[in-house]
């Protein structure tokens, strides 16, 4: 038997709604990142008796290098122009996948699990170090390779994270892993869970490029190890790296909140009002992460080289032992 055309209408308008909470969730995270990279360093700033930039001094930047010209070496090839559109899709992507707004799944929730997302980010990162490569400046190739040699040691501990939290929610994919904790809020208090978190943690500093593994704010091309890899780029790529590194951060701060940390505050029900009201709460949890991310960067200094290697060794090893502890819990 046909379906009646009222079933047919409202699947149809329940499809449309959610193609349209994805265009909203990637509208957000456009918007937003560069605000929380200007939150994130003014409140340094600020902690460091300094008086610093504006909260709003990443979009002075992105609008100043958008009307910039771009210079390009004559001896790169299309990798170095094709990397900053895919530094800059690759987060936008991720976005679609993951719950940003919304606890049920959006059109394109199941097209990855979160094996996916950290293969679709590091993509990203793949490219930059590619970019940073191809035009042979002496610089360049040097960040990428400490680039890589942290994303070598980074990608062991989301293998882990990831079993672990198979373990817990049946599954990886984000909205069923968000879906099950939500409904069990005594597993965030288990052992193995604050283990995950911390690691997830760790692991958000490493991919960042945060202290204490690299300083963002410094410029001496010697010890710079991500933002070495957009030396060669001006204008317009230039400012499309930057801005996906503006978003990869937020997403990362996404999962760890919407998924591990706190998965309420959501819109639970396919309502627009709902969903509006989900980006004022993601703010806020955002907002408390950033506190918790300047208390660490202002605690600590950037590591030596060689200490990094330890750095990601112990992220690893408390991975480990969240697996561990959750596979013998009883």
């Given at each position: 038997m046909?379906p009646?055309?009222?079933?047919?209408?409202r699947?149809?308008?329940?499809?449309?709604?959610?193609?349209l909470?994805?265009a909203?969730?990637?509208?957000?995270?456009?918007?937003?990142s560069?605000?929380?990279?200007?939150?994130?360093?003014?409140?340094?700033?600020?902690?460091?008796s300094?008086r610093?930039p504006?909260?709003?001094?990443?979009y002075r930047?992105l609008?100043?290098?958008?009307h910039?010209?771009e210079?390009?070496?004559?001896e790169?090839?299309?990798?170095?122009?094709a990397?900053?559109?895919?530094?800059?899709?690759?987060?936008?992507?991720?976005?679609?996948?993951?719950?940003?707004?919304?606890?049920?799944?959006?059109?394109?929730?199941?097209?990855?699990d979160m094996?996916?997302v950290?293969?679709?980010?590091?993509?990203?990162g793949?490219?930059?170090?590619?970019g940073?490569?191809?035009?042979?400046?002496?610089?360049?190739?040097?960040?990428?390779?400490?680039?890589?040699?942290?994303?070598?040691?980074?990608?062991?501990?989301?293998?882990?994270?990831?079993?672990?939290?198979?373990?817990v929610?049946?599954?990886t994919i984000?909205?069923?892993v968000?879906?099950?904790?939500?409904?069990?809020?005594?597993?965030?208090?288990?052992?193995?869970?604050?283990?995950?978190?911390?690691a997830?943690?760790?692991?958000?500093?490493?991919?960042?490029?945060?202290?204490?593994?690299?300083?963002?704010?410094?410029?001496?091309?010697?010890?710079?190890?991500?933002?070495?890899?957009?030396?060669?780029?001006s204008?317009r790529?230039?400012?499309?790296?930057?801005?996906?590194?503006?978003?990869?951060?937020?997403?990362l701060?996404?999962?760890?909140?919407?998924?591990?940390?706190?998965?309420?505050?959501?819109?639970?029900?396919p309502?627009?009002?709902?969903?509006?009201?989900?980006?004022?709460?993601?703010?806020?949890?955002?907002?408390?992460?950033?506190?918790?991310?300047v208390?660490?960067?202002?605690?600590?200094s950037?590591?030596?080289?060689?200490r990094?290697?330890?750095?990601?060794?112990?992220?690893f090893?408390?991975c480990?032992?969240?697996m561990?502890?959750?596979?013998?819990?009883p």
């Amino acid at each position: 038997m046909k379906p009646t055309l009222p079933v047919v209408t409202r699947a149809v308008v329940v499809m449309a709604f959610r193609i349209l909470c994805n265009a909203l969730q990637v509208l957000v995270v456009l918007a937003l990142s560069p605000l929380i990279s200007g939150v994130v360093s003014r409140l340094k700033e600020i902690v460091q008796s300094k008086r610093g930039p504006s909260v709003l001094q990443p979009y002075r930047d992105l609008w100043k290098l958008f009307h910039k010209d771009e210079v390009v070496s004559g001896e790169s090839s299309w990798i170095f122009r094709a990397t900053p559109y895919v530094v800059f899709v690759a987060p936008v992507f991720v976005v679609l996948l993951i719950p940003v707004l919304t606890t049920y799944p959006l059109f394109l929730a199941f097209m990855a699990d979160m094996v996916g997302v950290g293969f679709i980010l590091a993509l990203g990162g793949f490219f930059a170090c590619l970019g940073a490569v191809d035009p042979a400046n002496p610089y360049g190739p040097m960040g990428a390779s400490r680039t890589r040699m942290v994303g070598f040691l980074a990608e062991p501990v989301f293998v882990i994270v990831f079993f672990t939290v198979s373990f817990v929610a049946g599954s990886t994919i984000p909205y069923i892993v968000q879906a099950e904790w939500a409904q069990s809020p005594a597993t965030f208090l288990a052992p193995a869970h604050i283990l995950l978190v911390a690691a997830f943690l760790m692991l958000i500093l490493a991919e960042a490029g945060r202290i204490p593994v690299d300083n963002p704010t410094g410029h001496f091309e010697l010890a710079m190890i991500d933002e070495s890899k957009s030396l060669e780029y001006s204008g317009r790529g230039f400012a499309l790296v930057k801005w996906g590194g503006h978003m990869k951060l937020m997403v990362l701060m996404c999962v760890f909140l919407n998924v591990l940390v706190t998965p309420w505050g959501l819109a639970v029900e396919p309502q627009l009002a709902q969903v509006l009201l989900a980006i004022p709460l993601l703010a806020l949890k955002i907002l408390a992460l950033i506190v918790v991310l300047v208390i660490i960067e202002s605690s600590l200094s950037k590591l030596r080289l060689f200490r990094i290697t330890e750095f990601l060794g112990a992220a690893f090893i408390t991975c480990v032992a969240a697996m561990i502890t959750r596979a013998f819990a009883p």
